[in-house]
């Protein structure tokens, strides 16, 4: 399985970006698909996530204004991110989690990782 991300990049305060992440391989029994983030000296932390049934979760901090999306047909996963302020400054890490057994145990995938820079 491989992830490619694409879509991050320098922004203004109060810009909008479309982060996309395409799913290639062997990818079946979907259980979860999100995005990541990790600033500088910080650890990574969830952003957002769509289930397989198509619910979502959102970190409070993007609320209101990060929505994920899923094209289950292309396997590819979208955040669209307005609003956007100084400290979602971060590099931003497609994941993709698979159930190997279904509802017992799943496996985890990665992507490398897009910059998304705010600043003036």
């Known amino acids: 399985v491989q992830l490619q991300a694409s879509g991050g990049g320098l922004v203004q305060p109060g810009g909008s970006l479309r982060l996309s992440c395409a799913a290639s391989?062997?990818?079946?029994?979907?259980?979860?698909m999100g995005w990541y983030r990790q600033a500088p000296g910080k650890q990574r932390e969830l952003v957002a996530r769509?289930?397989?049934?198509?619910?979502?979760n959102y970190a409070d901090f993007v609320k209101g204004r990060f929505t994920i999306s899923r094209d289950n047909a292309q396997n590819t996963v979208y955040l669209q991110m307005d609003s956007l302020k100084p400290e979602d400054t971060a590099v931003y890490y497609c994941?993709?989690?698979?159930?190997?057994?279904?509802?017992?145990?799943?496996?985890?995938?990665w992507g490398q990782g897009t910059l998304v820079t705010v600043s003036s």
């Open positions: 994941n993709l989690k698979i159930w190997v057994v279904v509802g017992l145990t799943s496996s985890e995938y």
């Open positions: 391989g062997s990818v079946f029994n979907i259980r979860a």
């Open positions: 769509i289930i397989s049934g198509g619910s979502t």
